[in-house]
Every structure is written in C-alpha cells, then in structure tokens.
C-alpha cells in the first residue's frame, strides 16, 4: 500500500457492516497533529451513531467512527509545539460532527485535543481513557467543584464513565459511595469506595450511609429513573449533575431542597470548535493521576483489530451471543 494512503473502517448505511477501505492519508492543516492510531477505542455512543440512533452526535454516514485513540505523532502542522514527530499521545479526536473518527490507520486531529500518553499505560489501556476521562471530569470538577471530604455518591459506578469519576472522587479527596448491581459491586469495592446495591431504596441507604440528609454530590451516569433517584439522595444545597438527563423529570424535589442541577454534554467542543482546549487540559491532568497510580483503566481482555470491528461493536452491546463488555474493549490496528 502507497505511503500516501492508509486503511479506514468505514459504515455507509445505518446499521451497516464496517467495510475496510484504502482512503487517502490525511495530511495536517494548522493546528493539527498526524497520529499514526495504535489502538482505538470504542464506546456505547460510537454504536448509537453506527445506528443511526444518535442525532444529537452530528455525524452523517457514511462515516469512519471511533471518538477515542492512542497513538503515535508522525506529523506537525503548522503552529503546532506542544508535541513532537514520535511521541505517544492519546486524545478525544472525532467520530462525530463530521470529523473523521479513530477507526483507521492514521487520523489528523485537533492538536488541542491530544495530551502525552499516560507512561504506565499500553495503547489499549490509554485509548479507552478520553471520553469517560472528560466526561467524569466535567461532571465532577467544572460543573459540581468537588471538594475533599464531601460525600459523593456515584450512580452506576462500574460503568465506562462511572469507574473513572469513583477513582477521581477519591483522588480530591471525597468519601466515595457507588451503585452497581451483582459482581459489579465487588468491582465498586476493590476501587475504595462504598458499594450500594442499586437495586435498594434510595430512603433506605440515604439513611444508612447519611443519617437521612443526603449525599453532597451525586453523579447520574445511567439517566431515565436513576436521574430521578438521584434528586432524591441529594441533600439540602447539594449538587446533581447527569451526563444522560435528556429525559422528562420533575424539578420540584430538587427546589425543595434548595439544590443545584448540572449537564454534561461531552460532545459540544467537538462539534462547535469551542472550549477544545480543556480537554487536553483535562487529559493531561488525567495522565498525572494515572502514572501517579491514582486511576487505573478498566480494559476488557478480549483483543480486537480493525478487521472483527463489528464483532467490538457486538461486544459493546452485548449482541449477537457477545458475552457483554466488562470494562472497555480497544481495537488495535494491524
């Protein structure tokens, strides 16, 4: 294959097969850096916006998706210095908004987008980290300024975003408490926080683990009903923040209690072109607790390369007999 060209997964319908196509080698404008992707990573919305189920990602088909990546730098455009030709970095790159996604050999990304590799992690391990790194990051520092001794509850904790924003709860220094369900909990445990069956009732633990006040800070990852349970386990002037309240819930249980709500939606600095910088700010703050060994990365063991994409995908989803995720699943290039 010519230098000049390179091998992408692409979809070209809704619901359609990933076809492996020979596309040309994206070169860097200003301000983006040429990554040679070692690993991608693969996420629940990645198989939304392959469904079609995903308006509010912006990503037309056909496409080649993936948002995360890990990899190596193999080309600077013009006015970039924050990185050099051979070092490892890892970033939130594209897969939506139209821009190209990290299911091919090459991408040419947003160099605000990328920070330095984590030095402990392989690429498999560094590329599941960006989104749920953001995302954990967003809800619990911008919107919510966690603060060391807090209580903070974290709604689905052994989930992709849920895993990440336990372990930076404990690194600022909060008292940490997660639902899960089943061997989840044990999960919940090993990460230093307190597990709470998330099939209780909310009245139940708020009293067990709070004396009936309520949590300082909760943290809705899963959304629908688990939203509305959180409004409940908060407390007096506490915070809730959700990175999935898209749905229809009743307000008056927050302003009774005086509290604050908080959104995150991720994905609007991709597709705006605003805000882009923080997000390398955030990945390298992140890439501080991990060499630190203050977060470690939940990889699923199953290997997938760029040719079984679809079987990731059916991992991802649990679908067509693919036992489900446990941690994230990376897709290396070969």
């Known amino acids: 294959m010519p230098s000049s060209s390179m091998i992408a997964a692409v979809v070209e319908q809704e619901n359609g097969p990933f076809v492996l196509r020979e596309l040309a080698r994206p070169t860097p404008a200003p301000g983006e850096v040429l990554v040679r992707i070692e690993a991608s990573g693969t996420n629940p919305l990645d198989t939304k916006i392959r469904a079609g189920q995903a308006a509010h990602a912006r990503q037309p088909l056909p496409a080649t998706l993936g948002m995360d990546l890990a990899g190596t730098v193999v080309a600077l455009g013009a006015s970039v210095d924050r990185f050099a030709v051979g070092e490892a970095v890892y970033g939130f790159g594209g897969g939506v908004g139209g821009l190209q996604g990290s299911h091919a050999q090459y991408g040419a990304f947003d160099a605000r987008l990328l920070a330095r590799k984590p030095a402990s992690l ?99 990852t899963v959304g629908g009903p688990v939203l509305d349970a959180s409004i409940e386990a908060v407390r ?28 995150v939606f991720t994905l609007h600095p991709l597709i705006a072109n ?57 897709v290396t290039m070969s």
């Not at 915070?239 to 249980?253: Q, Y």
């Open 122 to 220: 392989s690429m498999g391990e560094a590329a599941i980290l960006p989104l749920v790194v953001i995302t954990a990051w967003e809800g619990l520092v911008d919107r919510a300024r966690i603060r060391a001794g807090q209580t903070v509850l974290i709604q689905g904790g052994a989930g992709g975003v849920g895993q990440v924003a336990v372990q930076i709860a404990l690194a600022r220094g909060a008292k940490v408490f997660a639902t899960d369900v089943g061997a989840e909990l044990d999960f919940v445990r090993a990460m230093g926080a307190v597990a709470i069956d998330a099939k209780r009732d909310v009245a139940s633990y708020v009293a067990e683990h709070t004396e009936g006040q309520g949590f300082d800070l909760v943290y809705d």
């Open 236 to 263: 007096r002037f506490g915070h809730v923040v959700s990175c999935l309240g898209w749905g229809t819930h009743k307000l008056a249980p927050l302003s009774f209690k005086q509290a604050t709500y908080s959104g």
């Open 274 to 330: 605003e805000g882009r910088a923080h997000f390398g700010d955030i990945l390298e703050e992140a890439r501080k607790l991990v060499d630190a060994g203050r977060l470690v990365p939940r990889l699923d063991p199953r290997a997938f390369t760029l040719e079984d994409l679809g079987a990731a995908y059916d991992a991802v989803l649990g679908a067509n007999g693919a036992p489900r995720q446990r941690g994230k699943i990376a």
